[in-house]
């Protein structure tokens, strides 16, 4: 039986309030469960003070937990970002109870020692699947992604929400009493068109075989 860990926690920059996000990252979890309750076989949940973690049950679905996940921080307008960790575990044998809640023990221990790694890089998000080259494409994609997330600063978090909501350059014009022209500006520099690009490019980037 293949399952996916999804492991997080929060990137801790200099005196965060650390009690405030915990807070905070409840509500997105909450709001994630609700959203993606088919895909889960255990829901989110906080682990420690500022990590959390869950079992889906399949890798697409999981790409779009994370996207869901960064998208509901920018629109609720939070202010921390997390490092995710995606490890592909598989039970061969399901004889009894035991040996899977066993295995998948080993499971999140796999996924641990790499939330570990992460957390001292960088990097915001590691993919481990039993497919080397997908594993590498994803990551190697995630960067790309993760350069555009984390290119918008906090003040830009409304236009962000806009775009994320479907509005066009026009309709953010409108709503922002913006000029037209001030919209596209504000798209192009935002690099939405990219942003969305690169997260369908992820989700395509996933085998069949490991869904």
């Not at 650390?18 to 997105?28: F, G, R, S, T």
């Not at 869950?54 to 697409?60: A, E, F, V």
């Not at 921390?80 to 995606?86: D, N, P, Q, S, T």
Request: charged share 25%; hydrophobic share 40%; proline share 0%.
């Amino acid at each position: 039986m293949d399952h996916f860990i999804l492991m997080s926690s929060v990137r801790t920059i200099g005196t965060q309030n650390l009690n405030k996000n915990k807070e905070d990252l409840q509500k997105v979890l909450a709001i994630i469960n609700k959203m993606h309750k088919h895909r889960f076989i255990t829901n989110l949940d906080m682990v420690m003070q500022n990590e959390f973690q869950g079992i889906t049950n399949n890798l697409q679905g999981s790409l779009e937990i994370i996207f869901d996940i960064e998208e509901c921080i920018i629109e609720n307008d939070l202010d921390f970002k997390l490092k995710h960790v995606l490890y592909h575990d598989t039970i061969e044998s399901l004889q009894s109870k035991h040996n899977a809640y066993e295995r998948l023990g080993f499971g999140l221990i796999n996924a641990r020692e790499r939330l570990d790694l992460i957390k001292k890089t960088d990097c915001r998000f590691l993919i481990a699947t039993n497919d080397e080259k997908v594993s590498l494409n994803l990551n190697n994609l995630l960067l790309i992604y993760e350069d555009y997330l984390d290119s918008w600063r906090k003040n830009d978090f409304p236009y962000v929400k806009a775009f994320l909501n479907n509005l066009n350059y026009k309709d953010i014009a409108y709503l922002f009493n913006i000029n037209i022209s001030s919209g596209w500006r504000r798209e192009k520099s935002l690099k939405m068109k990219q942003y969305f690009t690169v997260k369908e490019m992820i989700l395509s980037t996933v085998d069949n075989d490991i869904q």
